[in-house]
């Protein structure tokens, strides 16, 4: 693995490409029915809706590649940023220890800020250290799961596995000597504003310690998956046998031969059962509602390949630049009815190849694609009826040693694992944040919100990272991190230059740009009529980005000043 010299000199070269791919966009007339073959070529050729022959491939391979080649040949304007040290009495706190925080503390040791990374768990990685469950991995390709100025040359495979990943997260860590800046085992539970001094109050749990600490910065890289949830099942608490939520995993619980329950079938439910139902005596997968999945195609790299990049990192780009296009293709699929119809007969009818005739129905949406996150697996499906049994009927009661479907069917089962999700209507966790007059749950009211998924009104120098509608359901969220990382750095920088002690984003800015994001939002194909993750309770979808990273990294490029209030 090897990284930059510093991380100055990377950013700017990673976003030179992509501002030159704006460039092109904008500038360039004949650019647009080019880039329309090419997502049109890449989206029969990639998913398979024709026949994938070894011209298709050939054809796909050097289309994109020549696109790659482009995007990193044609410089055409850059932005330099300034690394000042701030020699002053500011200082930041960050709450979360996961890839958003990482990424936040690399930019203000840059910057010559104080800051303390306060993690409540025992260890670093957030989502990638909670979740240990049997089979866990990543479902964007392994070289855009990583920060673009901290490359790693060695990954194994093209979908990389928990461990792997973790170990990246270390050694980033390690590498930017942020260890001694991450402070573990540290809940924060409480922040409040202190108007007078323009500095939030922050309370921190410390194992039997409660301490506090100021900071001029507060900014939440928590993210929306943490907090796991468990569904409402009467009986659940009369079950005798081991239950635990799949981000909770008890290792300490033998699953040989035993008879398990798998609740759910979303991404984590379809990597753990193929892992466990060889080795249990039954695994039942009792399934909420069917979603599209379409095949991983996952393989081993060559040990050369790491080598190769090492020592001619211009391929390493283009590959990751390659595979990039290939993700960000995706988005305008989502803008043709068309394509989007076709698509689901063609993952429809490729299910079908890979399942039992018995589960055909039970198994297989109806629900447009789209409309839920899509799933991605190699051996999911061909499990089914095999080494394990799907079941379509909901859970209506958990007895002491068995599960009751809907149909009256018992099932009994020694454990039981809960793949449920989490609790995604909280973007800052369990600790209580105020302004001094309310708190940031009041301000939402059930239904969050911030402009660009960074800054919310009322709320001074507070920031957050993977906040709302910032999800991502094409392409690595890594890429949104450094965009809002890179957004942060320079509010903070420009309030301290202007000899300003707060910032805050203006109402009305807010209140435009949620009505822009809710209307393209409405009218896209995560607003049907399934339920998912992504929205609240009034249907509202408080999760995705409407648009593609490029228009992402457009908006957070630049800050326009007049959209907050100094002072």
Request: charged share 15%.
């Amino acid at each position: 693995m090897k990284l930059p010299k510093t991380l100055y000199s990377n950013y700017v070269k990673r976003h030179n490409i992509i501002h030159a791919f704006c460039g092109i966009l904008r500038d360039t007339t004949m650019f647009k029915p080019i880039l329309f073959a090419l997502v049109i070529s890449a989206i029969y050729l990639n998913q398979q809706l024709l026949t994938y022959t070894l011209l298709s491939n050939l054809v796909l391979t050097l289309v994109v590649l020549t696109l790659a080649y482009l995007l990193l040949k044609h410089y055409t304007s850059y932005r330099s940023i300034p690394l000042n040290n701030f020699h002053n009495t500011q200082n930041a706190i960050i709450v979360g220890g996961g890839f958003s925080g990482i990424a936040m503390a690399i930019q203000l040791k840059e910057m010559g800020i104080p800051f303390h990374v306060y993690e409540s768990s025992n260890g670093i990685g957030g989502t990638w250290l909670a979740n240990k469950y049997p089979g866990a991995g990543c479902d964007i390709p392994s070289f855009l799961y990583s920060f673009s100025f901290a490359r790693n040359y060695t990954w194994t495979k093209k979908w990389a596995k928990r461990d792997e990943i973790f170990e990246y997260i270390d050694h980033v860590v390690d590498s930017f000597g942020l260890r001694d800046d991450i402070l573990l085992n540290s809940e924060v539970i409480n922040a409040e504003f202190n108007q007078e001094k323009s500095v939030w109050v922050v309370t921190i749990q410390q194992n039997d310690n409660v301490i506090e600490e100021e900071a001029t910065w507060l900014i939440s890289a928590i993210g929306q998956l943490n907090q796991p949830k468990m569904p409402e099942i009467p009986g659940i608490d009369t079950f005798q046998g081991d239950y635990f939520h799949s981000a909770e995993w008890n290792h300490n619980v033998p699953l040989e031969g035993k008879n398990i329950a798998i609740v759910g079938n979303g991404a984590t439910a379809i990597q753990i059962i193929p892992e466990v139902s060889n080795v249990t005596n039954n695994c039942y997968v009792f399934q909420r509602s069917p979603s599209y999945i379409t095949p991983k195609d996952d393989y081993e790299y060559p040990a050369y390949l790491g080598t190769m990049f090492k020592y001619a990192p211009f391929l390493e780009d283009i590959y990751r630049s390659y595979l990039y296009v290939l993700q960000e293709i995706v988005i305008f699929l989502l803008r043709s009815d068309f394509l989007v119809n076709i698509a689901t007969r063609d993952i429809q009818q490729r299910m079908k190849k890979n399942l039992d005739p018995s589960l055909i129905d039970v198994a297989i949406p109806s629900d447009t694609l789209f409309c839920k996150r899509i799933l991605l697996s190699d051996d999911y499906l061909p499990s089914l009826g095999k080494t394990s049994t799907l079941i379509g009927s909901p859970i209506v009661q958990i007895r002491e040693t068995s599960i009751v479907d809907n149909d009256g069917q018992e099932y009994d089962v020694d454990t039981i694992v809960f793949c449920t999700g989490f609790q995604t209507l909280n973007f800052i966790g369990t600790f209580n944040l105020m302004n001094g007059q309310e708190t940031i749950q009041d301000f939402w009211d059930s239904e969050p919100s911030a402009y660009l998924g960074i800054t919310v009104p009322s709320f001074p120098n507070f920031f957050m990272l993977f906040g709302p509608n910032t999800n991502l359901g094409h392409n690595s969220t890594i890429f949104m991190i450094e965009c809002q990382a890179h957004y942060i750095r320079e509010c903070i920088q420009y309030t301290i230059e202007n000899g300003y002690n707060q910032m805050v984003v203006k109402e009305d800015t807010l209140h435009q740009y949620q009505s822009e994001i809710d209307e393209s939002l409405s009218d896209s194909w995560w607003s049907g009529s399934c339920s998912s993750w992504y929205k609240t309770n009034s249907g509202r979808i408080i999760s995705n980005w409407p648009y593609s990273t490029l228009e992402y990294f457009r908006r957070t490029f630049s800050v326009n000043w007049d959209k907050f209030d100094f002072s």
